[in-house]
């Protein structure tokens, strides 16, 4: 088990990434610093606060959010009046802004917003996760918020088929991209209008799609899991990103993994 969560590579800059692994369930949320105030706070909040037993459908989701909001609205409101003017309009305007997903040890997994769950299997090769498809991640995510109510449309939950040959793994949504991105490629024959579809729609993740096609042959398992697999430490995985980076594989963010 472990949750490693690395800030932008830049000075003075807050991770606004919050990621947990525990015995019962792993999680990330990315904290949306576009919008209102105290995401890194929101997000490190939200994995804080989830149960140990499965959040099973929208319903008991929505329960959950209404069930720990207000303790975190009112301490953040407190810090909001200490700093006053434009700074707290804006927290009673628009709040605090995450992401969500979590999987908890039987494989039930639940998202909100563009952090993805995985559960890979070596002996299958193949990849479950929690996302639609590689084009939509060029659309605004849906958004966990502090005060508003939810919308049940930004809710997927699944269960993976988990055996002793998977591997069940989280990160927040440019390593995200960049997983799913990659085994789509190493399987084009299979993903191929999926890809041109991506690569079509002319964004920043459409260029990362031609550099990993560029490269000539890739083994998902040793170039992607197993080189996840072997960060064990925040400065191995910062270490591999930047490589990626080079590679022009990936963007910049925030980056977090867990491993279940």
Same mark, same amino acid.
């Given at each position: 088990?472990?949750?490693?969560?690395?800030? %932008?590579?830049?000075? &003075?800059? $807050? @991770?606004? &990434?919050?990621?947990i692994a525990t015995e019962s369930v792993i999680a990330v949320s990315? +904290?949306? !610093? !576009? +919008? +209102? $105030? /105290?995401?890194?706070?929101?997000?490190?909040?939200? $994995?804080?606060?989830?149960?140990? #037993?499965?959040?099973? &459908?929208?319903?008991a989701f929505d329960k959950w959010i209404d069930g720990i909001w207000e303790p975190f609205y009112n301490d953040c409101e407190e810090e909001a009046k200490k700093i006053g003017g434009l700074f707290l309009n804006k927290f009673y305007d628009e709040g605090s802004f995450a992401t969500l997903v979590a999987v908890w040890k039987n494989g039930i997994w639940i998202s909100y917003g563009d952090s993805v769950a995985f559960c890979y299997n070596r002996k299958t090769k193949n990849l479950q996760h929690s /996302?639609?498809?590689? $084009?939509? /991640?060029? #659309?605004?995510?849906?958004? =966990?918020?502090?005060?508003?109510?939810?919308?049940? %449309?930004g809710f997927r939950t699944g269960k993976f088929i988990v055996d002793d040959d998977c591997m069940v793994f989280a990160a927040s949504d440019t390593l995200a991209h960049y997983i799913l991105m990659m085994y789509k490629v190493?399987?084009?024959?299979?993903?191929?209008?999926?890809? =041109? +579809?991506?690569? &079509?729609?002319?964004?920043?993740?459409?260029? /990362?799609?031609?550099?990993?096609?560029?490269?000539?042959?890739i083994n998902f398992e040793k170039d992607v899991i197993q080189k996840l697999? @072997?960060?064990?430490?925040?400065?191995?995985?910062?270490?591999?990103?930047?490589?990626? %980076?080079r590679w022009g594989f990936i963007g910049h963010d925030d980056y977090s993994l867990v491993i279940m």
């Open positions: 088990m472990r949750a490693i969560s690395l800030a %932008k590579f830049e000075e &003075d800059i $807050v @991770n606004e &990434d919050a990621a990315d +904290g949306a !610093g !576009g +919008g +209102g $105030v /105290f995401a890194e706070r929101w997000s490190q909040y939200l $994995v804080n606060h989830l149960p140990d #037993n499965p959040i099973k &459908d929208y319903k /996302f639609t498809q590689l $084009v939509d /991640f060029n #659309n605004p995510p849906y958004l =966990i918020n502090c005060k508003d109510t939810l919308d049940e %449309k190493s399987h084009r024959d299979l993903n191929n209008e999926e890809i =041109i +579809g991506a690569i &079509d729609a002319q964004t920043k993740n459409s260029n /990362f799609l031609k550099s990993a096609i560029r490269k000539r042959k697999e @072997n960060c064990k430490y925040p400065k191995q995985l910062k270490l591999h990103i930047e490589s990626l %980076k």
